[in-house]
C-alpha cells in the first residue's frame, strides 16, 4: 500500500477512534485536537498550567466547584481556554447550557464568542458533533446566540446592563483593565457592577456557575474585592515565578513546581524574556505576573524611607501615645490596631509597638485594657532599682505611671459614645480620651507622610514590622487601613503634646 493511502488510513482510524470517545474526551484533550482549528499558523504548546485551568474548568462543569477565581500572568491562555475553547466544550456535553460572559471591554468579550462560534461551525468540529446541536439561524450575531437545544451564549462589558439576562455559567474575562492604570473610581465602579448586577445574574442558584478570571492589576481590583466579601470563591492562583506557596485547591491540584524563581513555563518564556516583561512591568510585575497586588513602596509611606532601629537605640526621654482605631468584626473583616508612638527632642518619631487583631467587641475591650496594663508595667507605676556591691540601693529609672496617653476612635452616632464610655470606666486609673475623627483617611495621613517621608520616623524592632511596613507602604491602595489610621490618630495628638520623661 502506498504511503499516502497508509497516511490517510490512520488517519480515519484515529478519527473513528476519536469518535467513539468523544463523549469522555477531557476539555485538555479537546484544546489540544481543535487548537490548529482557530491556531492553524501557531504552535500549541502545553503546559501544566494549561491542564490546571482545564481541570478546574472541567470541575465548574461538574458542578464540583461553582465559584473559580483564576489568577495567572497574562499570555498564559486563559481566554482562550476559558471564553473560547470551555463553552464549545461544554455544548459537546449539553448544548443547553446558557452562558453570560463578559470583560472590561465590550469588544474583547465579542472577540472571544467569535472565536468560540468559528470553531463550532468549522468542519472538523461539525464532523464530530454536528449531529448535538446547531446554532439557532434565528438568533445568529456575535453578541447573541442560540443552540437550537435551548442553550445560548450573551456577551457584553462590564458596567452594561444584564437586567433581564441570566445564565448557567457566568465568565467574566479581565474584568478591570490591565493595560492602564486604573482610578478609584473606576475600581469601585467595576466592584458594584460585579457584586450589585453581575453576581445575581444566575438561572438557578442552586447549580449556577461564576468563574472570574483575571491578571491581578490592583490590591482592590474586582478579584481583589470578592476575595475580601469572602463569597465562597475557590482560587487558583498561578504566578509566574514560583515564590513557594503550593496553593493547594479543593480538587487536590498544587503547584507542581519545587525551585524559588521558577517559570510557569520555560518553554514559552526564556530566562531573558521574563526579566525583559519584568523590568518593563516594573512595580505592576507584583501584580500582574505574580498576582500578588501589595507594593511596599507605596505613594505616602515608601518603606525605604523609614529607619528600623532596635529598642537599645530609642532615646530616654519621649512622650508617649497609644491611638486605637477599633472595629468589632471576629475572626474576618476589618482590623482593631492599636500604635505605641514617641516623640523625642529632636522631634524624631518612634513607632514602639502595634498590637493588632480581628476581634469581636467584647474581646477588643479585653485586648484593649491587657494592652494598657502592659503599657503601665512598662512605662508607669515601678520604681526599677539596683543593688551595688556595698549594699546600698540605687534608683535608675521613674517609671511615670500613667503617661502613657490612650486615645480611642469613636465611631459616629449614639451607640458608639455609648461604646466607647463603656471602655472608658473600663480603663480607670489610666489617662485616656476619645475622639471622632473627621476629614477621610489620607487627608488624616497626611501629617504623619510628611514626617515619615522626610526620615523622622523610626520603626523599633518587632514582630509586628513586617505586617505594619506592608499596610503602610501599600496606602491608600491597600485593603487594609487601620495601622495607618491608628499611626496618623497617634502622630496627630503627639504633635501638641508636651514632652515628659519615660525612660
Not at 478591570?176 to 466592584?191: G, S
Request: net charge negative; hydrophobic share 35%; aromatic share 10%.
Amino acid at each position: 500500500m502506498p504511503a499516502e493511502e497508509q497516511e490517510e488510513l490512520l488517519r480515519l482510524v484515529r478519527a473513528e477512534e476519536f469518535y467513539s470517545q468523544r463523549g469522555s474526551l477531557t476539555l485538555h484533550e479537546f484544546v489540544k485536537q481543535f487548537w490548529h482549528v482557530l491556531e492553524p499558523t501557531t504552535p500549541f504548546i502545553d503546559n501544566w498550567h494549561i491542564g490546571a485551568i482545564c481541570e478546574h474548568l472541567e470541575a465548574c462543569y461538574r458542578r464540583e466547584i461553582r465559584k473559580l477565581i483564576i489568577n495567572v500572568p497574562p499570555r498564559s491562555l486563559k481566554s482562550m481556554l476559558t471564553s473560547v475553547f470551555f463553552p464549545a466544550w461544554v455544548w459537546t456535553k449539553d448544548p443547553s447550557h446558557n452562558f453570560l460572559t463578559a470583560s472590561f471591554a465590550k469588544s474583547l468579550a465579542l472577540r472571544d464568542a467569535t472565536k468560540a462560534r468559528d470553531l463550532i461551525r468549522s468542519p472538523e468540529y461539525r464532523a464530530y458533533f454536528g449531529d448535538l446541536y446547531q446554532i439557532a439561524s434565528d438568533q445568529d450575531t456575535k453578541e447573541y446566540y442560540k443552540t437550537d437545544q435551548h442553550g445560548s451564549r450573551r456577551s457584553l462589558g462590564v458596567g452594561s446592563s444584564v437586567v433581564g439576562e441570566g445564565g448557567d455559567i457566568n465568565i467574566c474575562d479581565d474584568p478591570n483593565n490591565p493595560e492602564r492604570e486604573e482610578t478609584a473610581a473606576d475600581r469601585i465602579a467595576a466592584n458594584f457592577w460585579y457584586k450589585n448586577k453581575w453576581f445575581s445574574r444566575y438561572n438557578d442558584p442552586k447549580t449556577h456557575v461564576h468563574i472570574l478570571m483575571q491578571q491581578r492589576v490592583h490590591v482592590m481590583d474586582v478579584s481583589g474585592y470578592v476575595i475580601d466579601l469572602d463569597l465562597g470563591f475557590e482560587i487558583l492562583k498561578i504566578p509566574f515565578r514560583y515564590e513557594g506557596e503550593k496553593n493547594v485547591t479543593s480538587i487536590g491540584f498544587s503547584d507542581p513546581r519545587e525551585v524559588i524563581g521558577e517559570l510557569v513555563s520555560t518553554e514559552r518564556f526564556s530566562e531573558e524574556d521574563a526579566k525583559s516583561l519584568e523590568k518593563a512591568l516594573g512595580s505592576q510585575a507584583a501584580a500582574q505576573l505574580q498576582q500578588r497586588p501589595v507594593s511596599n513602596e507605596g505613594d505616602m509611606f515608601p518603606a525605604s524611607k523609614a529607619e528600623s532601629v532596635s529598642a537599645d537605640a530609642v532615646p530616654n526621654e519621649l512622650t508617649l501615645v497609644r491611638y486605637w482605631d477599633k472595629a468589632f468584626t471576629e475572626g474576618g473583616g476589618a482590623y482593631t490596631a492599636g500604635v505605641l508612638m514617641g516623640i523625642a527632642k529632636n522631634m524624631d518619631l518612634y513607632v514602639l509597638d502595634v498590637v493588632r487583631g480581628q476581634w469581636g467587641a467584647a474581646q477588643r475591650d479585653a485586648n484593649i485594657l491587657q494592652t494598657a496594663n502592659r503599657d503601665a508595667k512598662r512605662f508607669g507605676g515601678i520604681a526599677q532599682t539596683t543593688t551595688a556591691v556595698d549594699g546600698t540601693v540605687t534608683q535608675t529609672g521613674v517609671y511615670l505611671g500613667g503617661k502613657v496617653k490612650i486615645w480611642l476612635e469613636q465611631e459616629p452616632g449614639s451607640m458608639g459614645r455609648d461604646s466607647v464610655d463603656l471602655l472608658i470606666r473600663s480603663l480607670r486609673g489610666y489617662s485616656v480620651d476619645a475622639e471622632r475623627p473627621t476629614g477621610d483617611k489620607v487627608t488624616r495621613a497626611g501629617p504623619f507622610s510628611s514626617q515619615w517621608m522626610a526620615g523622622n520616623v523610626k520603626i523599633v524592632e518587632g514582630e509586628w514590622n513586617t505586617d505594619y511596613i506592608n499596610e503602610m507602604g501599600s496606602f491608600p491602595k491597600g485593603k487594609y487601613k487601620d495601622q495607618v489610621d491608628a499611626s496618623s490618630g497617634a502622630f496627630n495628638k503627639l504633635a501638641t503634646k508636651r514632652r515628659v520623661r519615660v525612660l
